[in-house]
């Protein structure tokens, strides 16, 4: 029963230190609260909930944000290796309009696509690396 309780502790933890790794992620992005509630896939109103994340509670509670913030994770590390020497345009990307996405910029694509827009910028990223 020991081992259950350390494991289960061990991996809240994990998932706090993911939850503030994420967040200032999103604060480099430079995103609204809006925009950072629409990546994790929260409702906007929630601002609580983000707070809680910058503290360290446990983000990944369920599977669907879980993975929301392992595509934001590959998405930034995309980036930094397609923009090795212009960590600002790394930063910028999110919220900068992009004719591969009909002129809307990659945040303004997860807002509308939800879940689906968050793969396709992953994929264009994923693609222009060559992987």
């Known amino acids: 029963m020991g081992a259950i309780a350390e494991r289960e502790t061990t991996t809240s933890q994990d998932r706090g230190a993911l939850a503030r790794m994420v967040m200032t992620l999103l604060d480099h992005w430079k995103l609204s609260t809006e925009d950072q509630a629409a990546l ?26 879980y993975e929301r913030v392992g595509h934001l ?24 309009r992009n004719k591969a996405f009909d002129n809307l910029s990659p945040v303004e694509v997860v807002k509308e696509w939800g879940f689906a827009g968050l793969l396709m910028v992953r994929s264009y990223l994923d693609r222009a690396r060559g992987v």
């Open 40 to 65: 994790l896939g929260i409702a906007a109103s929630n601002r609580a909930a983000l707070a809680r994340y910058r503290k360290g509670e446990a983000i990944g509670t369920s599977r669907d944000q």
């Open 73 to 96: 994770l590959g998405i930034h590390k995309n980036l930094r290796l397609l923009f090795p020497h212009n960590r600002d345009l790394a930063y910028r990307w999110m919220s900068t």
